[in-house]
DNA sequence: GTATTACTTAGAGTTGACTCCAAGTCAAGT
DNA sequence: ACTTGACTTGGAGTCAACTCTAAGTAATAC
């Protein structure tokens, strides 16, 4: 699968998933001989993977840190589980914020539906008048 | 109330306040004869409106917008709700992709943790013989 | 009366995450 | 043979959102 087919397929510019392997978000893509591109059915995975992740808020630097430990094999399992244990908090923390701020933009909308109508009301009675 | 103080009840940097204000994201903050800012409630509201908006992930030019048409009087309310109404069905988006990737975390988790355990077994029996 | 401290401004600098550009390679079509 | 189009690279540019700096003022502490 060549860039630009990647990057129909998951919606990232192919500037973005160059600079996504650059920074090592993504383990280095499968190449042919002649240097060009050719994700394999894995190289898609880490993508949709870092897309998911990256919607989701968590940082770049993160991420490259989780595909380091995964380069370095088995024995880092552990640090790995930590790292995304500590990223998993953090998300969670960050849902609940924003479920409260969800429920407050959702009052302040009523509030404002309220003092609308009420607007409208009044705008009524002046035009019977 | 001075900026400091803000600063501290809010955890903004004075910097930050400052920035919001001249930004447009809050109203023009009550001054003191030299010129010094003097919080009133109704400008620490403001602020902690601004927080809790930015820590959802409004950005500040939708702040901006929000601020300049409350300026504006009664005539723009039916343009804030709009505006309110806009941002909570996008913020409602992004709190359930967040989900879904919490959920995908949660899964990894557990799987790493059943690695993990299956790593130590193989190491416990390696010890025995 | 001077040193310290907290404030003021305009504007420059930083950071994270892309996004774009110039210059070059390579295979396919006419 | 030559143009076209998709790819390559290193590095520069952009954008949002701060964050810092320099130069200045004004009240308070010693």
């Not at 940082?59 to 995964?70: D, F, G, P």
């Not at 953090?90 to 404002?112: A, C, G, P, S």
Request: proline share 2%.
């Amino acid at each position: 699968m060549t860039i630009s087919e990647v990057s129909g397929k998951y919606g990232l510019s192919v500037d973005t998933l160059r600079y996504y392997e650059k920074a090592g978000l993504i383990p280095p893509v499968n190449r042919k001989e002649n240097g060009i591109r050719d994700y394999t059915e894995t190289d898609c995975g880490w993508v949709e993977f870092v897309k998911c992740m990256r919607g989701a808020g968590l940082s770049i630097e993160v991420l490259t840190q989780y595909i380091a430990l995964y380069a370095k094999g088995n024995r880092t399992l552990q640090k790995r589980k930590n790292l995304l244990v500590a990223e998993r908090d953090r998300l969670k923390e960050r849902i609940e914020q924003m479920q409260q701020t969800l429920k407050r933009l959702n009052d302040k909308i009523d509030v404002y539906e309220q003092r609308i109508v009420a607007c409208e009301k009044k705008l009524l009675k002046g035009g019977v008048q």
